[in-house]
């Protein structure tokens, strides 16, 4: 048996206990129930659990290893689902009372190719409704609520992704991403989040928000844990058609090689105008350690970041308002105002504007792709801030007046609207011991290198290790 409590463990710890018989699927699926039964009430990161099938799913996997057709080190390892991914059998919400007796009677593909690796869901993730939000607040389940101070929101949409991971509920979750929502919770929550290149994990099955934007990504204790979920989602899936074709890789195989002489890009402009001054240092410090292991860092220039943004939200707002049109117009009332009014706004924008916007998109991408002849990754802050308060609407940012939404996206919507992987990292604590991240960026289909600096920076930090205290009432 492991020296230290089950569910503070990582993937890969936990996959050599299973792998080497030092305990079994079934003995892991209890602690983590435990956890979830003993920690939920006050976290509210689960909108469905599936314990019962858990049950059934451990035990599979025990009888599997005992006869020796151990399938990998997700084998045995339970996981939980935002609920927007399809699973059969099992309501799949999308944060949503309009949704909530939608049982899909087919797997999403993500789902499936989880189960192929021989891991199992365990439950369906908080999030806020139909993913159009970055907090951590849903009017239809109540607002999920980050481990560190349960009063403070988790980041969104894949809010409930975010807090299972970091308080230990399961070792790893899979969210979405369309303009920050595996990042944004991740950073806020103190956890690894990947949003991986634009159509390298499969979208099918899972419900849209924006489907030129939308991406899916894993969340994990560490880059290492999800390098290994990685290796099980990326597959070429001809049920979606954005889904592309790529080399058969092991994103676990070169973690440990040294970073000497990667060069990493700080935009000059933009990022910057409002980013809370603890967000900066730790930042700064950040760059500082990474520069100790032998990166290069270089001030770059993006002159249309603010554009990229602006276009990224026309095409969003856009997209999702043709997806809810009907929803909206049927049963408006069911809906958050809030969300009802995003989604709405979106019915206005002219084919002309999304036209436009597209066109954007398309010639920042390949100005900023260019920008990797001479760099390889570019560094930010994944949020301007620390986690806001639940009840809090805007922030002072060194006497600028900021909307919470705009101080949680605007950073991370950059990378989402054209595409590129981005991948968060915790990189220190503020005064008020919230979670801080760090962002880094790389060129489409270079998560290898993503994971590969990810992982150096927490082989000599201890940020990713720390873990909230859930004994303490906030």
């Known amino acids: 048996m492991p020296d230290k409590d089950v569910f503070t463990l990582t993937i890969s710890e936990l996959s050599h206990y299973i792998s080497t018989r030092q305990i079994s699927p079934v003995e892991v699926l209890n602690e983590y129930i435990e956890r979830i039964e003993t920690t939920d009430p006050q976290l509210n990161s689960f909108i469905t659990k599936m314990f019962e099938d858990g049950k059934r799913k451990a035990e599979d996997a025990e009888k599997q290893i005992l006869k020796g057709e151990y399938k990998g080190p997700l084998h045995g390892i339970p996981i939980g689902l935002k609920d927007l991914f399809w699973t059969k059998g099992t309501t799949t919400s999308s944060g949503s009372n309009i949704n909530k007796e939608f049982i899909p009677n087919e797997n999403s593909t ?16 908080h999030m806020t ?40 509920q399961v070792p790893l979750a899979i969210g979405t991403d369309t303009g920050g929502s595996v990042r944004v919770p991740a950073s806020l929550c103190g956890i690894t989040g990947l949003k991986p290149t634009f159509g390298l994990i499969s979208r099918f ?36 058609t954005d889904s592309v074709e790529t080399c058969d890789t092991d994103y676990t195989k070169d973690l440990d090689r040294e970073i000497k002489g990667i060069r990493v890009g700080i935009p000059k402009n933009f990022i910057w105008d409002f980013v809370d001054p603890e967000v900066k ?56 105002p809030i969300i009802r009014m995003r989604i709405e706004t979106g019915l206005f924008v002219t084919a002309e504007s999304y036209i436009k916007a597209q066109q954007i998109r398309m010639d920042e991408k390949a100005i900023l792709i260019k920008q990797f002849d001479d760099i390889d990754l570019i560094a930010t802050p ?13 922030i002072d940012i060194n006497n600028h007046d900021v909307h919470i939404r705009e101080a949680l996206l605007r950073i991370t919507r950059i990378f989402s609207t054209i595409g590129l992987p981005a991948i968060s990292i915790p990189c220190g604590l503020a005064k008020n011991k919230l979670p801080i991240g760090l962002q880094l960026v790389a060129k489409p289909f270079n998560e290898q290198m993503l994971l590969n600096t990810a992982h150096c920076f927490q082989m000599v930090t201890n940020w ?6 859930l004994t303490t009432s906030h």
């Open 110 to 125: 993500v789902a499936d190719l989880l189960n192929i690796a021989g891991s199992y869901c365990i439950g369906k993730l």
């Open 382 to 394: 994944t949020t301007s801030i620390t986690a806001p308060r639940l009840d809090q609407e805007r």
């Open 281 to 336: 240092l730790a930042f700064d410090n950040a760059i500082k350690k990474i520069e100790s292991l032998g990166a290069v860092v270089k001030e770059i220039i993006n002159p249309n970041l603010e554009l990229i943004n602006m276009a990224g939200s026309i095409v969003q707002t856009s997209e999702a308002a043709t997806i809810h049109r009907s929803n909206v117009l049927n049963n408006g009332d069911s809906f958050d």
């Open 464 to 469: 990713h290790n720390l873990r909230p205290d």
């Open 205 to 240: 099955g899972v419900t849209p928000l924006s489907w030129s934007m939308d991406h899916v990504g894993p969340l994990a204790k560490t880059a290492q844990d999800t390098a290994i979920a990685l290796n099980a989602l990326v597959q070429f899936d001809p049920k979606d």
């Open 129 to 168: 409704e139909f993913a159009f939000d970055g907090t951590s607040l849903n009017r239809h389940f109540g607002p999920a609520r980050n481990p560190w101070n349960t009063n403070h929101m988790a980041g969104g949409s894949s809010s409930g992704a975010g807090v299972a991971v970091a308080s230990g």
